[in-house]
Each structure stands twice: as C-alpha cells, then as structure tokens.
C-alpha cells in the first residue's frame, strides 16, 4: 500500500496536540532499512553517511525550499537531527503543509524512493 504523507504528519500533530511532544513516527524503506526518517514536534532525523557539515551537504539537494532549518546534531557518517521551522516563501504555509512536503522531498529527494513505492513502513513510538 502506497504511503501517504498527509495521513502520517496528521498522526504527528494529534499527538502534538495531545501534549505527547516525545512521539516519533519513524519510515523505514522495506528493501534498505539504511533508508528511514524519523520525525519529532519540530525536528527530522535522517541517517547521514557523508563526512562534511549537514550545513554544507545538503543546501544542493534543495530539500527544505523556504523552509527555515538549522542542524541540532549530527555524526558524520551516521544521523543528522534537522530542526524545521517555518516557511519563509511568498505564499506561507501552515506547518502540516510544510512538514508533509519536507516528508515528501526527504523520502523521494534525499533517498530516492518515490512516496507510493509501497516500500515505506511506518513505525510509532
């Protein structure tokens, strides 16, 4: 079955707005389980196999658009934890908006593997 990312950010935010701030969804890709995403209130986490500042690595790949965003941690050759806030583009976005796209371009843009796969497995803690 196809993921939707709609549905998986809308599940964030009902425990956002239940005060579970710890909540993690985490995607996982089926045939690479190097490929997930985690998502928390206000943050992504993404495995990260390069060796030079997130800062530096991933402006190119244009996967924030006007999304303001700054790294809260990261080991080189294993996670970087982004903190997202918001869109700064001419027709802002409301953050569910926002984060379903960043969901969208961190899944298709940064590891390649299209939302409708059906590759994706979801996963809540």
Known sequence: MA???????????????AENFDFTI?????????????LRAGSINI?????????ETLPPMDLFGTVTWSVDSWEPGRYATIDWGVDTGPAREDERRVLTRLLTRMLEGYHGVPVDSGRWTVEEE
Not at 26 to 38: A, F, I, K, S
Not at 47 to 55: E, F, N
């Open 47 to 55: 495995p990260y196999p390069y060796g030079d500042p997130p800062q």
């Open 3 to 17: 993921l939707d990312p709609t549905l998986v950010v809308g599940r964030l935010f009902e425990e956002l707005a």
């Open 26 to 38: 985490t995607l996982t890709d089926g045939e690479d389980p190097d490929r997930w995403v985690q």
